[in-house]
């Protein structure tokens, strides 16, 4: 069977009504652990420019490979057949042929690593395919010392089987531009020029690179300007790691170079900029409670900025704050938005409008208790059909509110946060898990049915569990004061949001204070056995996934791909500490140091592949917890990396978890 779930569609109604087609999906299951933590049954959906079929990729194989669903005729077709990766990316080159790459959806990095990257072209038919690129492990097996890689950077505007992509053919470390004919292998070098050091180019709507953002080994961050394909770079600022800064995000069709900056405020808005005068111009939009655009570590996304292909000018502003929205500039797609959303309520509709040519709009509409169903909607006829969802088995009644939430850090700091409370709880003295993000410089956590920390919520919440997701400090997206605010604070007052967020919890009556427990990955790993150490009294149980224990071996050792960084370890370096120089400070704050202190019941979790946390950091802390007299529960899944590709890996851990939670955190079930 080709896909999971099979969509039945059915005619939409007119617009004047706008009700949204129905879908009769056949594959109805309770919410088991599977459920929350198999593949989803599409991810990544994306429309042909001419509005006539979808490319996504679908589970097969015990992957996600790619698919291509014909929307006239109601077929779709399986284009790929990987067992070893999953597709990770994907893109429309023009009607009939798409460009991809693969990776690992459940694994950035670790044991299957080396069978991602690559870059592939296949027609929608299947037919016509040709390896651009090769995989890592490809690479290697070709006696390749350095790997050569190849992205999808932008589609050209004409019709025609190039793409503009990006490669390190010139520079291992840096990429340049290139036009590449995705038929041929043919490639254009387009930055002959090139300031240097550039890790982010950006091409205008003619794909020429004509702004460019570049980082040296000090992580020190210039950003570049040019007024065309021939004119000389412009530098147009330079800044130091984790400094405020202006970073540029795209051209408009009439040449306008839009910018992100937080300089002179706390948290990033856009703006027009004066390339030639280097000044602000106006401010396009700006929002109280987030950054747009900028990262905080010298990267920037596109702002969220979308564009009218048709009137050739900027149309709005998506962004997520702490539930997603829009800013529209233009009244048409403004008053449609507002159609949508009164006929699909509670949900957030996202959309963009169509290609040249093309009246089908693609509506992605998801809300924290629907993971998300991709409608086409037709300007022309004025009708809306849905087509597929990604996870279709979840009945929204059967899963609980993702809650906004602030609270005030003992300094005075504002964290933001979401709550999930199990349904139908009385909402007083609950058991508390709380779910510590990964990073610690990302923001992990969205509003919406999305992987990692929402969807586990889910699943605890089902479980009786009340679950906090802290964006504490150092979390990216919500200031420069808030990110900024964590450096040299690991274990420190990164440690103390935690604390003060289950603190508040149970100042509201929400929590019993007695029930706390902490869970995370990665950093959240840390900080969970770290907060086991810190403030022992405070917790009944800690589960550790990912983690690491012995800071200064992280930075140090070989086992790992830190180490193997200029720029990583330079940056761990300035965030946490120099091992070279400051050993003592960083075991000071190392679980591994500090086993003795811990008084609760702690499961160890790691992927023997893992190359991010090497398998040491787990035995370490095992054996300093044994010595201690208190021996953990321990799992670790051979051949699994820096999180777990297989299913059934995922399903085991996640159900020994809850084994777990409900032994040590008060059973749910007797609640």
């Excluded at 950003?223 to 540029?248: C, H, I, M």
Aim: glycine fraction near 10%.
């Amino acid at each position: 069977m080709l896909f999971p779930c099979l969509h039945r569609f059915v005619r939409g109604a007119l617009l004047a009504g706008l009700t949204a087609a129905a879908t009769q999906v056949v594959c109805a299951a309770p919410n088991s652990v599977e459920d929350f933590f198999k593949n989803p049954q599409y991810l990544g959906v994306k429309l042909s420019p001419n509005g006539q079929f979808l490319a996504a990729s679908a589970p097969g194989d015990g992957r996600m490979n790619l698919v291509v669903i014909d929307l006239k005729a109601r077929q779709g077709k399986r284009l790929t057949k990987f067992k070893d990766a999953d597709v990770v990316y994907f893109d429309w080159v023009n009607d009939n042929r798409l460009v991809f790459s693969l990776g690992s959806l459940h694994e950035p990095v670790g044991a299957r690593k080396r069978y991602g990257g690559g870059l592939f072209a296949v027609d929608r038919d299947g037919k016509d395919s040709r390896v651009l690129v090769p995989t890592v492990q490809a690479a290697i097996d070709a006696g390749a010392y350095v790997y050569r890689m190849s992205a999808f950077l932008a589609r050209t505007r004409e019709t025609s089987d190039d793409i503009i992509a990006l490669a390190n053919d010139r520079n291992a470390k840096n990429p340049d531009v290139y036009r590449l004919n995705t038929k041929t292998g043919r490639k254009t070098l387009l930055t002959l020029e090139n300031p240097g050091e550039v890790q982010q180019w950006i091409v205008d709507k003619d794909g020429v690179p004509r702004a460019a953002i570049a980082t040296d080994e000090k992580l020190k961050i210039t950003t570049w300007w040019r007024s065309g394909a021939d004119a000389k770079w412009v530098q147009l600022g330079q800044y130091d790691l984790f400094e405020k800064n202006l970073l540029p995000l795209a051209f408009g069709y009439d040449g306008t170079l839009y910018v992100t900056s937080n300089l002179g405020r706390d948290k990033y808005a856009i703006y027009t900029f004066d390339p030639e005068r280097k000044a602000l111009k106006d401010l396009v939009f700006e929002h109280p409670d987030i950054d747009l655009g900028g990262l905080g570590t010298g990267e920037a996304d596109d702002g969220g900025l979308i564009f009218d292909p048709k009137t050739r000018k900027l149309a709005g502003v998506r962004y997520d704050a702490d539930k997603p929205g829009m800013k529209w500039f233009d009244a048409s797609w403004s008053a449609l938005g507002t159609q949508l959303d009164q006929a699909l309520p509670g949900r957030f509709n996202a959309f963009r409008p169509p290609q040249e040519g093309s009246s089908q709009v693609l509506v992605f509409s998801y809300s924290d208790r629907h993971s998300g169903t991709w409608f086409v909607f037709d300007l022309a006829a004025k009708k809306i059909e849905e087509a597929v969802s990604m996870r279709s088995w979840f009945k929204e009644d059967d899963l609980v509110a993702m809650q906004p939430l602030r609270f005030k850090a003992r300094d005075g700091l504002e964290i933001p946060a979401y709550l999930f409370l199990p349904k139908g709880s009385a909402g007083k003295k609950l058991p508390l898990l709380v779910n510590i993000h990964g990073g610690p410089h990302a923001r992990a956590d969205y509003w919406g049915l999305q992987p990692w920390g929402a969807l586990e919520s889910q699943f605890l919440a089902q479980n009786g569990y009340a679950v906090l997701l802290p964006n504490f400090r150092m979390t990216p997206g919500f200031g420069h004061q808030l990110f900024t605010g964590g450096l040299r604070q690991i274990g420190k007052a990164m440690q103390e949001d935690i604390e003060d967020g289950i603190d508040e919890l149970v100042r509201r009556g929400l929590v019993d204070p007695h029930r706390v427990c902490l869970y995370g990955a990665s950093y959240g790993g840390y900080a969970t056995l770290w907060g086991l150490v810190k403030t022992p009294e405070k917790y009944r149980c800690g589960i550790a996934a990912l983690a690491v224990t012995d800071l200064e071996l992280q930075l140090t050792s070989t086992r790992g791909d830190t180490v193997y960084s200029d720029e990583g370890s330079y940056f761990w370096a300035k965030m946490v500490g120099d091992p070279s120089k400051e050993a003592e400070a960083l075991r000071a704050v190392s679980p591994a140091f500090h086993a003795d202190r811990i008084k609760a019941p702690v499961m160890l979790i790691f992927g023997e592949a893992d190359i991010r946390v090497p398998l040491e950091q787990g035995e370490k802390m095992k054996k300093a917890l044994e010595r201690a007299g208190k021996k953990p529960e321990w799992i670790v899944k051979e051949e699994e990396g820096h999180g777990f590709v297989k299913t059934e890996n995922r399903v085991d851990m996640y159900t020994r978890m809850l084994k777990f939670l409900d032994q040590h955190l008060a059973p749910a079930a007797s609640n």
